[in-house]
């Protein structure tokens, strides 16, 4: 039902199959003049009178996952259509309407049922297109009809095979959406405890060590991991989704975190002409970013930041660079950065980090494919 008390989906197609009734009507008895009240001209009423109840009442012509009654795999309404259609091409041969309905019969099938389903409609059709033709000893009507209820079955199964691929491309694309966001929080979490992890650890010991204030400047730095896992999930999760903020706005965030965070600038620039890219590549620069800033609290404290996005005509380059630190900070393994480089690898790209003029710079490049593009 549609929003706003609007006219429903339902409304709109019993209105088309009323139409449809009305129109086979007509067109079958625009010569009622020439069917006087025999039986045979009771029957050709009868029969398409039948034919359009079939029609008004038949599935529309799309795969749904509800299809309508069925007996021994033929779909009821649009079976006996074909069978009174094929019945009043006999006995008014030349018929369009009945033409018209027998394709649409073997179209709608095709369009809406898996193969199986849809071949008894049509092979009823091939068989009763040879009875008629045996049966009036005349063949040109029933060869035309059987050729194209040929090509109307191959052109609806392929109609029916298209809407199945982008169906599955659809689901395959949630999926790995799914796995994105997945390994996303995987790696968030995995890294985020582990460090919690050896933080409590150590606040254990020291504690059994009567340090109780190193334990709890321990604790407060495991609280603190895990409040930044939490703000980095759900980073990550706004990162993949469509409506998640261009990358000059995140990056940004980013340095008004660190200058919060350490009370010293971090400056961004960025160079070209700002647009979206994909989500992974988008979250990688977000990532690259937020390690390299990291990195700079853990070890250069005092020191201040850049960052550099810049986009070119097929890449898009992240700069992080910071002068040497005022302080001691904790010796680093890299564990981040490799991360962050494999990462970089699997999206086509490449990550550097080395030491320049006593300082530290990371750099990024990446593939610049926009959103929706393969």
Known sequence: MTAGGGRTPTGVAITARLLVLAV?????FQGAEHLPLTCHGLLVAALSLTIAAMLATAPLPRATANPPL????????????????????????????????????VGASALRYPLPRALPVTVITFAGLLVVGLAGGHWDQELGLGVSTGVVLLFGYSIRQRRAVRSAEAREEVLAERARIAREIHDIL??????????????????????????????????????????????AVAALREDSPPLPVALKALADDFLAATGLACALTVTGAPRRLS???????????????????????????AVRLGFTGDACELEVTNPPGDGQGTAGG???????????????????????????????????????EG
């Open 24 to 28: 086979f009507v007509a067109a079958q």
């Open 190 to 235: 995995a890294h985020s405890l582990s460090a919690q992890i050896v933080h409590l650890e150590g606040a254990r010991l020291l504690l059994r060590a009567d340090r109780p204030d190193e334990a709890l400047d321990r604790v407060e730095r495991a609280r603190d991991l895990a409040k930044t896992g939490l703000e980095e999930a759900r980073r």
């Open 279 to 305: 989500p992974e590549v988008e979250l990688a620069v977000i990532r690259t970013a937020q390690e390299a800033l990291t990195n700079v609290r853990r070890h250069a404290p005092g020191a201040a930041a």
């Open 334 to 372: 890299g564990y981040g950065l490799v991360g962050m480089r494999e990462r970089a690898e699997l999206l086509g790209g490449s990550l550097s980090a080395e030491p320049v003029d006593g300082g530290f710079r990371v750099g990024l490049r990446l593939p610049a494919a926009g959103r929706g």
């Open 70 to 105: 069925v007996v021994l795999g033929i779909p009821v309404r649009l079976g006996l259509a074909a069978v009174a259609s094929l019945t009043l091409l006999a006995l008014s041969p030349g018929s369009g309407p009945a033409t018209a309905s027998l394709l649409f019969a």
